[in-house]
């Protein structure tokens, strides 16, 4: 059986973004995989946040895991924070990995390029260390995640054959896996930037009610010319909606171009709108009686004993290799 492990962030109100491209499609690998998946909670401290925002963001994303689907008995689902073991693996990797390829990370770029550098964490650097660590605690094979997150993965392999060169086969190699479809969601109000947590208006958020995600889905830029056709460099904003309906519908972009021919924009909207309506409305009811049943406690302490188990005899591998004395 393949090992999969993913996360997210509590930073923020999660968006449909996260949605199509990381979380709805957890669940599909849970039941012929061992899958791992967890609240990327410190990787959450490496900007600055409000503790009461974290602990609820924290709480909700558990409560959105129960609700697409995610079976406690078959997905381990816990808090990063609560299995010390990333935090120690953490110590040992930031040696492994350099500050010229840290550098380079484009995620770190876009975050650091709009701060001044007194302001720049040591934490938001060494994020990809701690993310290295999240995924080769668990000897992981599959990293399911959006493009934004695969030069992080690709930085991890790195770090496994530099490490395993050294100390001999300790670090599982894994993968990255990016949907073919929905990896790369735009913003509704600018189609040529990733939709992500921080624009009201271009954002999708799961929490939004069903007026709000229709009127935004309604308002959304669009291109010059009137028919529906997929080509993100001519028409990214419809390519974007192109692309929304076809992962929620599980469909090739190019069919779901089909199916708008001779389609005017604004009905082509309120289709996509509707479809749209149709997958939010039962999660965010569903996600709302796991949150206010706290169903998510039980999964969260369980998930975190059962993944402590397995991230310690890792790190207690890879300490002997690298020398510390374990008695
Ligand atoms: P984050 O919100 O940065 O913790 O991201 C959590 C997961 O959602 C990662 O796998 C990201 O790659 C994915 N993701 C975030 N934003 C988008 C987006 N706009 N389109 C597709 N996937 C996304
Ligand atoms: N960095 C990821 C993000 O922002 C979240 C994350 C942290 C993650 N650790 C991970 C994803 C390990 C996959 C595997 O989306």
Avoid at 98 to 106: A, F, I, K, Q, V
Avoid at 150 to 166: K, P
Avoid at 295 to 304: I, V
């Amino acid at each position: 059986m393949a090992r999969v492990l993913s996360g997210i962030k509590p930073t923020g109100k999660l968006t449909l973004g996260n949605y199509i491209g990381a979380l709805r499609r957890f669940k599909d690998y849970q039941e012929a995989n061992e899958t791992f998946i967890f609240i990327a909670d410190l990787h959450a401290l490496t900007l600055p946040i409000d503790p009461k925002e974290l602990r609820e963001n924290s709480i909700d994303i558990a409560s959105f895991y129960l609700a697409s689907g995610l079976d406690p008995h078959k997905t381990t689902i816990f808090l990063q924070s609560a299995v010390s073991e990333h935090a120690e693996l953490n110590a040992i990797l930031q040696n492994y990995l350099y500050m010229g390829e840290l550098r380079r990370m484009t995620q770190f770029k876009d975050k650091a390029s709009k701060m001044k550098d007194e302001a720049i964490g040591l934490g938001l650097f060494a994020y990809p260390v701690l993310m290295s660590s999240d995924i080769l605690l668990y000897d992981s094979d599959i990293v399911p995640v959006g493009v934004d997150q695969s030069q992080h993965v690709e930085l991890t392999r790195d770090l496994v054959r530099r490490f395993n060169a050294r100390y001999g086969e300790i670090l599982k190699m894994p993968k990255a896996e990016v949907p073919t479809t929905g990896a790369k969601i735009m913003s509704l109000s600018d189609p040529t930037k990733k939709m992500s947590k921080s624009d009201p208006k271009g954002d999708i958020f799961l929490k939004d009610p069903m007026s709000v995600v229709k009127k935004k889905i309604m308002s959304a830029v669009t291109d010059c010319g009137s028919e529906v056709t997929y080509d993100p460099v001519e028409k990214p904003g419809i390519s974007n909606l192109l692309t929304i309906y076809a992962s929620l519908e599980d469909i090739d972009v190019k069919e779901a171009a089909k199916v708008f021919v001779g389609y005017r924009y604004g009905d082509f909207k309120k289709a996509v709108a509707e479809k749209v309506v149709s997958v939010l409305e039962p999660f965010q009811q569903s996600y709302q009686e796991i949150k206010d049943g706290r169903l998510y406690e039980e999964a969260l302490k369980e998930g975190a004993e059962h993944a402590k188990k397995i991230a310690r005899k890792t790190l207690t591998k890879v300490q002997k290799a690298v020398g510390l004395l374990v008695l």
